[in-house]
């Protein structure tokens, strides 16, 4: 998926990541090492009533000039728009765990609300330069953004929809709809852009207290958008994790979230209806190869039996017994469910982690009550998703803080903190981040092992990973994390975008020297495990506009437009040819270092930090360059977190007995790791599900047909 504005904001706030399509710039919420989601034609808005009731209200001149950006009842930027004699100037900023964007737009409105010039400058959350334009004159749309230019000609009426706007274009293209008959729009550079109202909501209390419209905008994202609107005038944009809003309205806030939390569930409801498959008898899966993690080789051809959540049994390639549902597995593959080890669980990466064939994900941070909830979902049957292994985020109060699980201000605090997570009883973990005082560190840690918590995370700013080793950690977050002490100065903070752009001085760092032999010793010696992400360091460092970025490579095609071009973006700011060479050779440093680790002995975790699915295929793609084959790291990927996470005897492999989690892939993944991205089915605690229809739910592209399924005639 391409890194959209939603997913960009929001996780990218953090080093985490996720990969999504065109919309406007918005705050991440998730973590950590660097940090998306998609955007199609075919996404589909909550349904909602006649809309003719909604459009009467405040005119644009009542319209406010300043809008408040909120992460989790925290303010972290604002929204500022002045009008024009011919359309609006607007200001957007905003910072959230040390980062975030900040751009300047001109809009130039004409026939109908309909942009015919829009410049915006400054800079992506990563410090990507911005300078996009756009020109619409007698019939022909001229825009350049990071893809280089382009131009089309333009008879009828569209919308531009930027590659790096603001939240504020939501309102310029909202205003332009409501002149159409159908709200509808073609979107420029392609596909199309529709709103359905809601409903009435009230916000406000006293003197303040008005009515607004909720709005559903598609075509942006992989799922919709919701905005609200008075009339013609904007209020605010909604999500579950984050929230703009009128000035003046911040007391709102958490109710509001709530609000696009219900929008969204009921959409999903809605998919896992249509997707979700629970035959209500014995299935099997016939004529297959089963993937064995503990020789690491497919065995011969078999059946597998599922009885409920179950696997019943394995059986000859063409054993049958009466009343089952027979799925054909035309001489392919049943390998069992991934776990992505680093993850930041929303509902959209629920649904596409199981397409994906990752039936666990283990939980980084996030907002506690928000994956709460999605959990319970998950657990009840009522959505689908993986299982979700939890961590217990603890971060130090400070102007960078990423506001996110638990801040806390002083050591009792932070101690505090680990036995509210124990107390819970639903987490496995704490998970410590970089605004944390590393001299509270050893208590958090005692705290931990009192409890039977692990204890992982970043480097604490002004430490360093053997201090952080030494104090107790189990498990290392992040390979730059690791790597940074190696070549920074104790001064400098890693709490802003440095502890991203100091990779670039990686590449004459000799990897046989003393302090990064020191530090591989003391992981080895103290059993320290490390959580690389890989496929977020690539995509950091060897992103560049113009240029597809390589971890896309082998999906990118089948999603929509809009993430084909935000997946030609670069993430850094690549100013000079010396700039080019020292982040690719800091990626080639960051390939050899988690080599040396793995020749070493320690243990690697594979985790994306970019929302799983498609990029966690491309996270166990990338450690073949370490040296692993490709049966390795299915059964590493597979059994060897299941074991991880202590759960090895119930999943991790298909065996008679063991909970039903596993997929279909039509190859052979052991003689070629592509094949694993290429998924038929997917049973997840027995229940089926098929990527050709989930995917178009999405605006993605099926990637292969569903088997051929036999229901029993009685």
């Known amino acids: 998926m391409a890194q959209s504005y939603w997913g960009r904001l929001i996780l990218a706030a953090g080093m985490g990541v996720v990969m999504t399509a065109c919309a406007p710039h918005t705050p991440d919420t998730t973590d950590d090492s660097i940090n998306p989601d998609t955007a199609g034609p075919t996404d589909t808005a909550v349904a909602g009533p006649d809309v003719s009731a909604f459009l009467q209200g405040r005119s644009l001149d009542e319209e406010a000039s300043r809008f408040t950006v909120m992460v989790g009842g925290t303010e972290i930027g604002a929204l500022e728009v002045e009008r024009s004699e011919t359309g609006y100037v607007v200001d957007f900023e905003f910072r959230n765990n040390g980062r975030g964007p900040t751009l300047d737009e001109t809009i130039e409105l004409g026939e109908a609300g309909r942009p015919v010039a829009w410049r915006i400058t400054g800079n992506t959350t990563f410090g990507n330069p911005v300078d996009e334009r756009f020109e619409y004159i007698d019939d022909e749309a001229r825009w350049t953004d990071t893809t280089g230019s382009h ?47 809601l409903e009435r909501v009230s916000v406000g209390e006293g003197e303040t207290a008005r009515e607004v419209t909720a709005w559903a905008l598609s075509g942006l994202s992989l799922n919709p958008s919701y905005f609200l609107m008075d009339g013609q005038a904007f209020f605010g944009v909604i999500s579950p994790g984050f929230a703009i809003l009128e000035a003046g309205y911040e007391a709102d806030d958490e109710r509001l979230r709530g609000l696009a939390a219900d929008y969204a569930a009921n959409r999903y409801n809605e998919i896992f209806g249509r997707v979700s498959h629970d035959y209500g008898r014995p299935v099997r899966i016939s004529n297959v190869h089963v993937f064995d993690p503990s020789i690491e080789a497919r065995t011969d051809r078999v059946s597998v039996r599922v009885e409920g959540n179950r696997i019943a049994a394995i059986e000859a390639a063409d054993a049958r017994r009466s009343g089952e549902v027979v799925i054909d597995g035309a001489g392919g593959t049943l390998v069992p469910g991934l776990y992505d080890m680093h993850g930041h669980m929303g509902e959209q990466a629920a649904f596409l982690n199981i397409a994906a064939g990752i039936t666990g994900v283990r939980d980084m941070g996030n907002n506690n009550e928000v994956l709460g909830a999605l ?48 107390d819970a009883g639903e987490f496995h973990q704490i998970k410590i981040y970089n605004s944390m005082n590393g001299e509270w560190v050893p208590a958090m840690v005692d705290a931990a092992r009192e409890r039977g918590l692990r204890v992982t995370g970043h480097v604490p700013a002004f430490s360093n990973a053997n201090q952080m080793i030494a104090a107790g950690y189990d498990e290392m977050t992040h390979i730059n994390q690791v790597m940074l002490g190696w070549v920074l100065e104790p001064e400098e903070d890693t709490r802003t975008l440095l502890r991203l752009t ?19 010793s003391a992981m080895v010696e103290r059993g320290v495990a490390i959580d690389p992400t890989l496929a977020i360091h690539e995509a950091l460092l060897l992103s560049r506009n113009g240029q597809l970025a390589p971890g896309a490579a082998d999906f990118i095609e089948h999603m929509p437009v809009s993430s084909q ?31 040396r680790m793995h020749e070493a002995g320690i ?51 298909i065996e008679a007995g063991k909970l039903a989690d596993f997929f279909l892939v039509p190859g052979d993944p052991t003689a070629d790791f592509k094949d694993v991205k290429t998924i038929a089915m997917v049973m997840a605690d027995g229940r089926v599900y098929y990527p050709a229809e989930i995917y178009p739910e999405f605006g993605i592209r099926p990637f292969t047909d569903a088997p051929a399924v036999s229901l029993p005639q009685n």
């Open 603 to 653: 243990f690697i975790v594979p985790g994306t930090d970019l929302g799983g699915s498609f990029y966690h295929h491309r996270e166990l793609e990338l450690y073949q360059q370490i040296g692993m084959s490709p049966s390795e790291i299915l059964a590493w990927g597979s059994q060897g977190m299941a074991d991880y996470l202590g759960v090895g005897d119930e999943l991790g492999s």
């Open 151 to 197: 131009e089309a000609a333009i008879t009828d009426p569209a919308f531009y929809v930027p590659q790096e706007g603001s939240p504020y274009m939501m309102a310029v293209l909202a205003r332009a709809l409501m002149q159409t008959d159908d709200l509808m729009l073609p979107a420029i550079p392609n596909g199309e852009v529709r709103i359905e109202a």
């Open 565 to 595: 071009r935000q997946a030609m973006s670069a993430w850094a700011n690549i100013e000079t040819p010396e700039d080019d060479a020292n982040y690719r050779g800091a990626f080639d440093q960051v390939v050899e270092t988690v080599q």
């Open 502 to 520: 100091a990779l670039r001085r990686l590449p004459p760092l000799d990897l046989d020297s003393a302090p990064v032999q020191d530090t591989l």
């Open 375 to 422: 959990v319970a979902r998950i657990e009840a049957g009522e959505m689908a998703g993986p299982r979700v292994y939890r961590s217990g985020f603890i971060e130090g109060r400070s102007p960078y803080s990423s506001n996110n699980g638990i801040l806390v201000e002083t050591e009792e605090e932070a101690v505090a903190a680990v036995h509210t997570y124990a």
